[in-house]
């Protein structure tokens, strides 16, 4: 993970061939109707949204704190 301008940061993760190239259809096909201004917008919405799920599934509605700790690599155990 690495540090670029204005407080934002550039992250790496693997997902399927399937699921990029039907996310970036997706893209391709509703970034004007959605006001997209570029598909890192379009991924950190859809992030954004799985994060206010989780914390209002499993946090009460409440944000999680932010951490700069690094996370443990691989799946968790009995996943």
Do not use: C
Request: a positive charge; glycine letters at 6%; aromatic letters at 8%.
């Amino acid at each position: 993970m690495s540090r670029a301008s204005h407080g934002r940061t550039t992250i790496t993760f693997y997902l399927s061939d399937n699921l990029r190239n039907r996310a970036r259809a997706a893209y391709r096909s509703t970034s004007f109707h959605e006001k997209d201004a570029s598909w890192s917008e379009m991924l950190t919405k859809a992030l954004l949204a799985e994060v206010e799920r989780r914390e209002r599934a499993h946090n009460s509605g409440q944000r999680f704190p932010g951490s700069e700790e690094p996370l443990n690599p691989g799946r968790p155990i009995g996943y």
